[in-house]
């Protein structure tokens, strides 16, 4: 149970703010969950954050419901306390990951920096963003500021809980959480391609219920291969067709694939652009 809680949780700490001198001002609110639940997120993995749009200013609070109980190889265990020691993020689509506050972004709960009660805290770990919260309780994690760059970007959670072990108290480190990415939009209206080169733009909007597009540039009239891979690296859809110099739209409907997160390529000549996309259940 607690890691179904700390892989939903890693979905909070996509976005964040950058005043941390104080814990976040927010009241948590578990209304999408089923009544009597003892743990959940809100609002949950399926409902996901709503995406941000580059160099514009991004708020949105997410509350956690964390249980006074977990089960391993069938023990049930007490929980003293959750933690979240790191939120990354991979700025490249490469493995890499450096810190969320790498995209301009950054996270803060409403807990504190100190488990509660003289309990001690993970070792080698500093905590600056007050999220250490006892357990069994409700908590939320204002997430806001401005993201500097458009794509879709993986993140990476990592989260401790302390539990009551054969009598005595440790800290437990979850696998780390690779399951979300953060989405960040091109402004209305407005192309971040670069026509002095092949450039790709993310595809918009994303996630995508219906439509979306995408946009590349091209210098001169040539052919071109456009290919969607699952996340397990099989081509799911190949075209190839002939791009005019210039701007050039590519158009997919959501039809055509399952809810899901999906990797697209276009290669022109010898280089290749990557990204990677969001298809949303209706």
């Not at 959940?40 to 399926?46: F, L």
């Not at 067709?241 to 390529?265: E, R």
Request: charged share 10%; net charge neutral; proline share 6%.
């Amino acid at each position: 149970m607690i890691k179904k809680l700390l892989l939903s949780f890693s979905f909070v700490a996509v976005i964040g703010i950058y005043n941390v001198s104080a814990q976040a001002t927010c009241t948590p609110d578990f209304s999408c969950l089923a009544t009597g639940a003892a743990q959940g997120i809100c609002p949950d993995s399926t409902m996901g954050l709503p995406p941000a749009t580059i160099s514009t200013a991004y708020s949105t609070t997410m509350s956690i419901k964390i249980p006074s109980t977990t089960v391993s190889g069938g023990t049930t265990y007490n929980l003293t306390h959750l933690a979240v020691t790191d939120v990354l993020v991979d700025m490249a689509g490469t493995g890499t990951y450096v810190p969320l506050t790498t995209l301009g972004i950054d996270y803060l709960g409403n807990g504190s920096n100190t488990p509660s009660g003289g309990a001690s805290g993970p070792s080698g770990v500093t905590m600056t963003r007050f999220c250490y919260w006892p357990a069994p309780s409700g908590a939320c994690v204002v997430v806001s500021g401005t993201p500097n760059t458009t794509g879709t970007f993986p993140i990476r959670i990592k989260s401790q809980a302390r539990a009551i072990v054969f009598g005595f108290p440790a800290w437990i480190a979850a696998p780390d959480n690779d399951q979300y990415s953060l989405v960040v939009n091109a402004a209305a209206g407005i192309s971040s391609l670069n026509l002095a080169k092949f450039d790709v733009d993310q595809n918009s909007p994303n996630p995508f219920s219906d439509n979306t597009e995408i946009h590349f540039s091209s210098l001169s009239n040539s052919n071109v291969d456009f290919k969607v891979y699952n996340m397990l690296g099989a081509v799911i859809y190949n075209n190839s067709f002939k791009a005019d110099k210039g701007v050039n739209t590519i158009k997919l409907g959501a039809s055509t694939f399952a809810p899901g997160v999906y990797i697209y390529s276009i290669t022109n000549g010898d280089q290749t652009i990557t990204k990677r996309m969001i298809v949303a259940g209706k």
